[in-house]
């Protein structure tokens, strides 16, 4: 047995839909433009996640701390000789030098990270590359890539197999290489690394070791993965509040927008709301089915929005968005953040674009409604 | 029994455009007959109607409905009031474009909560008593004028209300439609429905039908008529 006051929902709630059917040119419009304006807001959260996400991916796997030489408070190459010095120290549980650089390959033009891994090791002849890399080259294991090495002669390298990548980014502009093939290409003399990197055995002693880093190699920054961490965050959500405040002009104009067409109600809607009052319809089950109208309008705009949003993401190099908030990634190829739509970003989204809505159109309609039904009699 | 005393309506109080719409009026009208007030324009016809069907509360005086005074309740009882009691047969129809006859007669039993089965069958029902069950399902814009008319005296019945009242409701009709709409209020009279209509047409209050005729001027009643 269905409670009256429930049935009385649905029945206003039946006389919702076909009354915006009624007026569908109108609403179809609203919910359109409103469902753009929520595209673009949708977009640039769900993007900015994105990007975090692929950068904390990445992150993730790195050592707990990262040491680099320091010269006229600019990063310079490393004595692997150093290393040492720094493994010595209570608490740090392993150490290596890392040889890593970006690579731009003149015939391309593109920007590739070059990086001599631990395991396997490789052949200098030889070099792995990720998945996404290997499709834009057209390459298959046993293929020769030709490279420019920093004296401007040709390297060789075979392509030995495929990286597994953890991210979009690391498939597409990610090479391994050999140590001697990074060498030559890049110029970095034997005996010297871009930076030494430590596992660390307990993660409360990292700003002590930090210290004693320090200590040791005066001339070294100790960087610890956490700080890493809070300035990548720090650089999307600063990049993305830009830009959410930027789109945050047409929420409004639209909401004011909507404010005003539902405080100048039309003679029509307000004929009608007087009509159901002068009927037996309480001013509550006029705000009720003003509710209920304005929740379907602004919950299809966010559903077409979002939809819009996260269909997007799958589309390279969106026009609007994407080069705003992944300037940065000038230095790769071209890559495909993986969508990352989280129910806090979904959230975010609803309050700040549902809410507003409901509570622009619904005071107006409350006011309309608090007219008397004699209205109606009276023909005003 | 609705009984009215001394009972007072002032519209844009305070303002430079103040009105008094009634003025003093003190009127009983029994339960199962039919009353007629007729009078010129602005004379309060209208206003008189309204208060007597909860659409607006005096501001002053006091209106009993079967010895219970209304007209100090809270807006949402003068509604359950309003949507149980009184059936509205407005002067210009009102019925809302771009929906059914069917639909526009269920539109006063939503709020009950009643079943959706029940409303349809109720409306149906109203419309077939007047003779449109073959315009159900017409768009209410598509209706000629007595068809129109009939829609929204089966609107007025759809909650099965003891009190009828029509303001003004030949205005748009002529001579044969208008007679159709006093048979049709005949059958409701014969029904035990109390019957309060407002005009100035004497068809209607000089109608057979009519057990009393009120004649108002000026926001008073100048002649309570006699009656059951």
Known sequence: ??????????????????????????????????????????????????????????????????????SAGRHELIPVGALPSVTRIVGVRSGRARLWAYYTDPATRETLALVVPDTPRLDAGQMLAGPEFLRRRSLSVGDVVHLKTHTGASLALTVAGAIAPATALESAALLHVSAPAFRDLVGIADGLAMDLVLRVRNARELPTIATKITQALPDARPIIRGELVRTYKSVFSWRSGVIIGVLLVPVLAFIIFAWDKAAGLGVEERREIGILKAVGWETGDVILMKCYEAGVVSLAAFALGTALAVASLAVPRSPIIVPALTGWSTLYPSFMPTATVGAYQVATLFCLTVFPYLVATVIPAWRAATIDPDMVMRGS | MITLSDVTKVYNAGRPNEFAALRGVSLTIEGRTATALKGPSGSGKTTLLSLIGSMARPTS????????????????????IRRRTFGFVFQQFNLIRGLTALENVMIPAYPTGAPLEQIRRQARQRLEMLGLDGKAASKVEWLSGGEAQRVAIARALVNDPAVVIADEPTAHLDTALSREFMEIMAALRRDGRTLI?????????????????????????????TGP
Not at chain 1, 2 to 14: L, T
Not at chain 1, 19 to 38: D, P
């Open chain 2, 61 to 80: 005086g006091r209106i009993a409905l079967d010895g219970t005074v209304i007209s100090s309740l809270p807006e949402r009882f003068l509604t359950e």
């Open chain 2, 197 to 225: 209509l407002a005009s100035h047409d004497p068809l209607v209050y000089e109608s057979a039908l009519i057990d009393r005729v009120v004649t108002m001027r000026d926001g008073r009643v100048v002649d309570a008529g």
């Open chain 1, 1 to 70: 047995m269905i409670p009256p006051g429930v049935r009385r929902h649905a029945r206003i709630i039946g006389y919702v839909l076909p009354s915006l059917a009624r007026r569908w040119r109108k609403n179809t419009a609203v919910v359109v433009v409103y469902g753009l304006v929520i595209f673009l807001l949708a977009s640039v959260v769900f993007l900015s996640q994105s990007l975090t996400g692929e950068s904390l991916a990445g992150l993730a796997r790195e050592p707990e701390i990262i040491v680099q030489k320091l």
